[in-house]
Nanobody, 130 residues
Framework: QVQLVEYGGGLVQAGGSLRVSCAAS????????VAWFRQAPGKHRDFVAA????????YYADSVKGRFTISRDNAENTVFLQMNSLKPEDTAVYYC???????????????????????WGQGTQVTVTS
């Protein structure tokens, strides 16, 4: 049984920092893409950042470039999202997603498409106060 468990969310003031983590377990993923998405109340679930377990480039939504950093610890099967200079509009439930439904896509247009992912975590709430 594949499991993705997010943790580390919380309440922070604008301008502050927070790190959320996603621990993966269960089996070896057939695709090595892992991503963070977020969903604010009444809005769609939007792409935040992505990377691959095997290394290479990282991918970010324009709204978080320069403020958020995605990274991984392969030994612990954990992916992190370091969030700096947080803004009230970053308030959302943050979800981890892993394993693409297809092996034949990569990069933007693929990793940032929520419909491409097989497994999702339960989400962790991040609230940024002004």
């Amino acid at each position: 049984q594949v499991q993705l468990v997010e943790y580390g969310g919380g309440l922070v003031q604008a301008g502050g920092s927070l790190r959320v983590s996603c621990a993966a377990s269960g089996r070896t993923f057939s695709s090595d893409a892992v991503a963070w998405f977020r969903q604010a109340p009444g809005k769609h679930r939007d792409f935040v950042a992505a990377l691959t377990w095997t290394g290479g480039p990282t991918y970010y939504a324009d709204s978080v470039k320069g403020r958020f950093t995605i990274s991984r610890d392969n030994a612990e099967n954990t992916v992190f999202l370091q969030m700096n200079s947080l803004k009230p509009e970053d308030t959302a439930v943050y979800y981890c997603a892993a394993d693409l439904k297809t092996d034949f896509c990569s990069g933007y247009g693929c990793y940032d498409d929520r419909s491409k992912y097989v497994y999702w975590g339960q989400g962790t709430q991040v609230t940024v106060t002004s």
